[in-house]
């Protein structure tokens, strides 16, 4: 017997449907439209076939020493200096010294630091050809043309910051962001190795053709990682003095393609997650290893255990009231509620990524229900001191648990650890004889219902 | 290679093809995670609602799941740990996996909250004075008492006799015991 029996059940729920819809197809991504899935795999076969002999011929030719150059890769989506991670800040990006070879030979692969305008350090990796980061030509990218492609250090490709959606499922995984100072530790499961984004093409390439990469900036206490490589057990150093490591080996048979996690934390204290298995730090002038995080009461064996980092707890709860003036417009179109704009004036600066205002509309109280956090977005871009703020929200009573009315609640954090702030809320009410817009997300049902 | 039944290997490795395993992995742990959440929110609801965020995303990626790399212990440990910094970074629970898997809002009556509240009653108390024990105690207790292994097995990893091991979680348990009464 559970504690929660309902979750429970609704988690034996969504591993059927999650079951049911990978029996259709053994590595298709769960974003791909089921009525178009068999017609995108016919078409690909032929250009995979010829992608496999460009793929054999560039990368002998790579382990010559001879493979050409092509187009540099361009920019994904529209980059913005004041949204989102912003833009590669010029002459801050670094190419590190870091070079690891390919399970299968040709140009080995490589990490670069890239600082954006926001205030964000980005991990870029790649292909090395000649001092440059780049991608090849190969497994459905940039048409096959077996040729190597530079990355200028000014390009960002599109990125996986943790916490936010990806406009495709593919291997464009291959960059990630967090805030300055942060130490990261973190892997991309099952990415190309071209090292460029395969356009989906990636769910169709065999697992060992797949590469799996491992990277991370520790920080000046970091010393070395272990890891394993099948049964073998692997330490490297890391490159100081900003430790900073990168492990590549082939994606294993079953795995999940294009997925990957990463953990933040403070230098020094971060722990290991897979695929490394201890992180030694110099702390205080001591060597010392730090393991994976252990579940509670678990002792971990590890000989010169580093000292238990220190955690702050309760900031989830901590909350100013500045009780600030909330507009909300609901936007009706025939009779539809189809979204809703929200304005306030910012009474904080956001400067950079590490600030941020979130409007959020908590989950109303609902048959006994503790709440399942908030509906909302993040503004993520920069804004003045005093100026006006306007934002769109989706519809805004998908959660109102039947209710015709909800509290939007504007907030201001500083990340990392800093309470967040409540510039103000305000109750909106749906008018009577509107009939509700589009959901904000889809739910499928599955064979047992939602 | 080796598998570990009591972290729960061979369930997580068959729940890649059958759903009831999961739902078995998740009785096996949710207790453990539940009290881990606790610990850091102090709050039932939030522990609640960060416990299903976790165990969405284990679901999405119990696949790759690899013994070689790790224990599943400690794989959904290392979810849980990313979904609690996530949160705190993000200054809200993060929902993204349930919502993706189309997992309804969590509804917790009074009682479930009660226990959940209740999974880390006494523990800090018990944890403060476990660590004031020698080490070699501190290990032996850990793993009799709280993973539940057999002494030949850890005396074999500690390079000693079972009959030490025995020793030195009796002699722990009677320490913590007495510290425990003292302190109340």
Redesign the interface.
Known sequence: M???P???R??????????SS?DDGPAES?RSHPGVRGRARRLRLPVLAFGGLLASTAIALAASGVILSGAPVRPGGSPNPIVGEGVPTPGASRLLPLRVPDPEGGPPWGMRIVSTTRGEVCVQIGRIQHAQLGELGIDGVFHDDGRFHPMSADVLPETSR??T?LSNNDATESVSCHLAGQAVAGEH??VGRSAGGANGHVQSIARRELRNLAYGLLGPAAVSVSY?D??TPHTALVLAPIGAYLIVQRA?P???VA?G?????TEGDL?P???L?AITYRIDGKLCRRG????????A?LTGECPQPH?S?????RTRDLHRPVHVRLQISRHVVTGAEVRFIAPFAVTGARENY?I?IP?AP?????????VGS?LDRNVAAGALVTSRLAYPFE?ACGRRSVTIEV?Y?T???AA?VLVGRTAVREPVGARPGPPM?Q????PHG? | ?MVCDMCGEPTLIA???D??A??SF??L????V???FM????????A??L??ET??RA???V??Y?P???RA???????A??VL????????????A?????????????H??E??ARLTEGEEQATVALARLPREQ??AI??RV??DRDYAEIAG?LLCSEAVVRQRVSRGLRTLRARLAGEQ
Request: glycine share 10%; proline share 7%.
């Open positions: 559970s504690i929660i309902q979750l429970e609704d988690l034996l729920e969504a591993a059927s449907r999650r079951l990978s769960s943790i916490g959606s499961l099952g394993h099948g049964n294993a079953a795995e999940q997925s996690q990463e953990g933040l934390g722990p997650s897979p695929p298995t994976p995080v252990e579940p509670p009461g678990t002792a064996h955690f707890t309760g900031q989830l709860v979130t959020d989950t609902c048959h006994g229900s503790l709440g399942e956090g908030f993040r959660n907030r954090s990340e990392p650890g967040p997300r739910v499928t049902p599955g939602p | 290679m729940a890649r093809s759903p009831e999961f739902a998740y009785r742990f949710e207790r453990r539940l009290g881990f610990r850091a929110t102090r709050r039932a609801d939030l609640a609602d416990t299903a165990f969405a679901i999405e990626s696949e790759s690899d070689a790399r790790g212990d400690q794989w959904l440990f290392g979810i740990r990313n910094g996530s949160s705190y970074r993000e200054g809200r629970v993060q929902c993204t349930r919502a993706r898997l189309g997992l309804p809002r969590l509804v917790l009556d009074d479930v909250s226990t959940i501190q290990h850990h793993a709280l993973e990893e």
